[in-house]
């Protein structure tokens, strides 16, 4: 099994470009689940799915769409790039809701000028 | 809003030494995980201790768990130079599970 997959795994995007961050996980996972992580912030929750066709907010959702339209994939949209999302994302998965053990893709990070 | 907070921020031992990294959290949880996050690298899941149990134990790890004080201790005994890393817990009251700060861990060989 390869896991989580992220790509990229870096990107650089000028103020007001558009781009997806694309996740995948073959362990058949309900769970699906986008962070973002900053210097002496943690990881907060941007958007979690529980499975193919819902999805739902996070602790920072704005600024950033997700879709579910199979149980493998969960892919992050930037509308407009902001410098404020310059940051490093992470996407993870789990088999049952997002209170058990997560499993976390090796990150993409993004630098937006 | 985090719901954990690790104590302390950064921590730096000698291989060998025990270290011991704090969470405390402010609302009610059903469990409590740690992680690990090496430099550069996504979170690596270490261990998941539920809110009816104490204490649990794997390999060089042991976790304690105090809903009362609403609490958790990581201890990694004989620490070695490959556990230098950040160390997060994270709690979960619903749906979600919710991210302390880290505790930057450097053991110096």
């Known amino acids: 099994n390869a896991g989580v997959t992220q790509t990229p795994k870096f990107q650089v995007l000028k103020t007001g470009q558009s781009m997806t961050l694309q996740c995948a996980q073959d362990?058949?996972?309900?769970?699906m689940s986008w962070y973002r992580q900053d210097p002496g912030m943690g990881l907060r929750l941007i958007h979690y799915?529980?499975?193919?066709?819902?999805?739902d907010q996070g602790e920072v959702p704005n600024g950033y769409n997700v879709s579910r339209s199979t149980t493998e994939d969960f892919p992050l949209r930037l509308l407009s790039a902001a410098p404020s999302q310059t940051s490093v994302y992470f996407c993870?998965?789990?088999?049952?809701?997002?209170?058990?053990?997560?499993?976390f893709g090796p990150g993409t990070r993004l630098l937006v000028l | 809003s985090q719901q954990g907070e690790e104590d302390p921020q950064a921590l730096s031992i000698q291989e060998g030494e025990n270290a011991t990294m704090n969470c405390s959290y402010k609302?009610?949880?059903?469990?409590l995980q740690w992680y690990r996050q090496n430099s550069g690298r996504g979170l690596v899941h270490l261990i998941l201790?539920?809110?009816?149990?104490r204490e649990k134990h794997s390999g060089r790890l042991r976790v304690t768990l105090d809903t009362s004080k609403k609490s958790s201790s990581l201890l990694i005994t004989a620490s070695r130079a490959a556990d230098t890393a950040s160390y997060f817990c994270?709690?979960?009251?619903?749906?979600?599970?919710?991210f302390g700060k880290g505790t930057k861990l450097t053991v110096n060989p």
């Open positions: 362990m058949n996972h309900e769970y």
């Open positions: 201790i539920r809110s009816n149990e």
């Open positions: 609302t009610s949880i059903n469990n």
């Open positions: 994270a709690t979960d009251g619903s749906e979600k599970l919710v």
């Open positions: 993870a998965s789990s088999g049952q809701l997002g209170g058990e053990t997560q499993y």
């Open positions: 799915s529980v499975g193919a066709g819902i999805t």
